[in-house]
């Protein structure tokens, strides 16, 4: 079989992978049904579950390969399996295949990923333990949910009753666990991943697997084959004796019949109250023979005369009638044949006077009794003396002829003459009652019905449930035919339910035993196959670690950054690393006709050559020691050269392995950190210095702005316009120096890192405000507008408040200081998701170039902006920048020249805010 394509790549385009997906899931829902198909021919009606069903094997094992997008596919193959097993049967019900397939799919859904949550993304199915997990996953958790949907389908079509379920669920459950431990392997031998595991076990798995399937298939058929013949013995001998039994009850309206013959011909011109008496024994019989009775034949203009006898024996009301029942019509061709005496007579005096001759049905029946002078029965009809019910009943005649005559063929006188009929003697059953009463403790698991064979019968059915006309042929029955009065009439005794259930019922007990022998074996076989699969993947392992091990080391001593050589006793290479041969200048050739003490400077061979005895003595286990080599052109080259001694088997020197290492880029190194030491004194001192100047330059600074104050505010002595101009330059200059000297100080600071910060729950909105207060002077000087926008959401965040309040001052100051006169700033503020505050300043200013970009955060450096008129000591963003970072925050620049910029950075929200 060849292997099924995978759709797990996601980098697979959509037209092509949806009609690989389509493909796959018609060639799994083919699979799943031709399975289900061929295991439901172990099935036996009428029952509908296999003991053996692959085919969930097979689904739980595309879903552990594929995934949820196969259900369909199962779902589909569940729906075939269902309407070709329903369309066998002659059932079908739209809910039937629809459960069973959906309970399919959630079945092998639920019991993949049960085995790849307990076993793994890809069950290997190797270790005890992993196998039991997969086991209990699939065949004794998910596996509950077909038979659950498949069962509860069955009994909402009726299919099975009530008392079905319990033993249809467990055969149900038992066929798919089996399935499972015989399917769900060979389905993974043949595209389980991965796929060099499972491949390989398809002769030591898949085929004893599917030979074993085979065998269970044969044993079960062959039990299930027993099976249905002790069941079809069982059924066999009930039926017929239910068949006897209601054959010999519908003897008695003939038995009844006869007797009732025999009393007319002894005694003619019976009265009504011998009458009764002679048939009152049989009236307490019950209802098995409904009446008895006679039906003499009246020619029209004897009616009245008949009238009048019948009133004197006693039927005060007594007049000949038709019958007006729908579909009765009167004979007027005929003579009358009212009945004139009937027993028991309470129940059926609504037939005394009636003229039978008006009853269709009955009418052929009485036309062969007299003609033939044997019992006739009619079909069936509802009697005369059944008022407001619908009962069906069925009338036997015999005719009784003058003097007495009676036999087998038409009778005649000795002249050869008919004799003349006197009327007829009848019998009247109800079929229903009658059978009903003949099997008052049927078993169950039996039914029966009368059928009416007769050729042109209207009403074939005589007593029984309906469906008797149309069995299904599945249906186990037997059937006796027999002439009734000259009437075809069928028994049909049948089982509704199929064949009955016995004592001792073998299937179970060798489905159990199949289960637990086809898991042993299933067991067996994957813990064999999964120990050689496991020893030989650790022989693998082992001989690719070796493998890796030996390239690694290869690798490490060809591209390692020091050089590595291997010498014999006498010093002479042996191998040598690429490393080795570049930090001399030689090829390795070259090298290795050389020894050691060749390219070694003369000043160091004699330590070499003193050291290396002492190796060779045992002396000392290594040494470490700097020297140089001569190389290619003479260049002489420092190295630090450790030297180790190996030796053999036996414990005898017969190697030497060298480990050089360049040291002449540490030198230097540890030269550039001593210059970079020096470099880092000469700064704390340049802060120290900066520090302790800012504090002694504030101090007469403060005085001088102090006094100058004073000078403004003096009214005793006022100065002069042109001297308060001076006062004015001189306060602009102390105030501008001062805030020099403060960013000098705060940098100086930053750098020693003595600043530190205390974040808080702020609000934004009296920041901002004093912020604006600290440039408006500024701003009105520069005719620049500034627009706020702080949206709500935005007031509380955490930071610093003084810390914060000079970076927002910074960026406006700047904003407006590098703006042209007129021009506009921006301060905004915007949410970042729930966690962050944006605050951002823009303005119309000339921008930056990528150039000045790159240096904007450097100390010092205004960006070619020192010889304009704008004053500043190019420390307030380098100042700014690391006040965010002390914040926990980062100041962001978006700008291009001629198009303002934009400054931004984040601040965290306030926690009691979010």
Known sequence: MTEAPSLETPARPRDATQPRLALLNAVIALAYAVLGVLALKLVL????????????????????????????????????????????????????????????????????????????????????????????????????????????????????TPAQIGAHWLAWWIGDAIGVLIGAPVALTLFGLPRTHWASRRLSVALPLVVACGLLFGASWYVAQNEESRRRHAFDLEALNALDALADSLTAPLAALEANHSLLLVAPGIGRVDFERAHEERARAGGGVYAVGWAALVPPDQVEAFERAARADGYVDFHVHERQRPGDAPDAAADALPV?????????????????????????????????????????????????????????????????ASSSAAPRDVDGTRRRP??????????????????????????????????????RLLAGDPRCLNLPATLPRRERDMDFAGRSWQLVVYGPGGLPALDGNSTLPFALSGLAGTALLGLLLLIVTGSTARVARLVDEAIHRLRESEERFRSIIEHAPVGIVFTDINARPQELNPYFCQLLGMDAELLKRRSIMAITHRDDRAEDSRLGMALIRGELDR????????????????????????????????RLLGIVEDIGEELRLTALERAHEAELAANRAKNEFLSRMSHELRTPLNAMLGFAQLLEVDHESALNPRQRGWLTQIQQSGWHLLQMIDDTLDLSRLDASQLRVQIDDLDLVPIATDSLAMVESQRQRRRVTVDIDLPPGTHALRADATRLKQVLTNLLSNAIKYNHEGGQVWLRARRVGD???????????????????????????RLGREVGGIEGTGIGLVITQRLLGLMGSRLEVSSSAGNGATFSFELPISQSRQ
């Not at 009485?366 to 009943?393: H, K, M, W, Y």
């Not at 823009?842 to 921008?847: E, H, K, R």
């Not at 970009?853 to 010092?860: E, I, N, Y």
């Open 45 to 160: 009606p009428p029952d509908y579950v296999s003991p053996i069903y692959p085919a969930a094997g097979l689904a739980v094992a595309a879903v552990v390969r594929w995934g949820r997008r196969v259900l369909p596919g199962i779902v589909l193959g569940g729906v075939l399996v269902s309407l070709a097993i329903s369309h066998d049967r002659g059932h079908f019900s739209w809910i039937q295949p629809v459960l069973v397939g959906l309970g399919g799919a959630a079945q092998a859904g639920l019991g993949a990923w049960l085995a790849r949550r307990w076993t793994g993304e890809h069950p290997p199915l190797t270790a005890p333990g992993e196998l039991m997990r997969f086991l209990i996953a699939v065949a004794g958790i998910a596996c509950l949910i077909s038979p659950t949907f498949g069962v509860a389908a069955l009994w909402m079509s009726d299919v099975i």
């Open 340 to 404: 004139r005496l009937i027993a028991p007579f309470p129940r059926n005096r609504a037939a005394v006077g009636v003229n039978i001759r008006s009853i269709p049905q009955a009418r052929a029946a009485q036309d062969r009794a007299i003609a033939t002078g044997q019992p006739a029965a009619s079909e069936t009809f509802v009697l005369s003396q059944d008022v407001g019910v619908n009962v069906l009943g069925v009338v036997v005649y015999r005719a009784i002829y003058a003097e007495g």
């Open 422 to 459: 006197l009327g007829l003697a009848f019998a009247t059953l109800r079929p229903e009652t009658l059978l009903r009463d003949a099997l008052p403790d049927r078993p169950r698991h039996l039914d029966y019905c009368l059928l009416d064979a007769t050729p042109g019968t209207a009403h």
């Open 623 to 654: 040494y470490s020691r700097v020297k140089r080599y001569i190389g290619a052109e003479g260049r002489v080259i420092t190295v630090r050269c450790t030297v180790s001694l190996l030796r053999d088997a036996q414990g005898q020197p017969y």
């Open 835 to 861: 966690t962050a505050i944006e605050l951002s300043v823009s303005d119309t200013g000339p921008g930056l170039t990528e150039a000045q970009r790159a240096q904007l955060f450097q100390p010092f450096n």
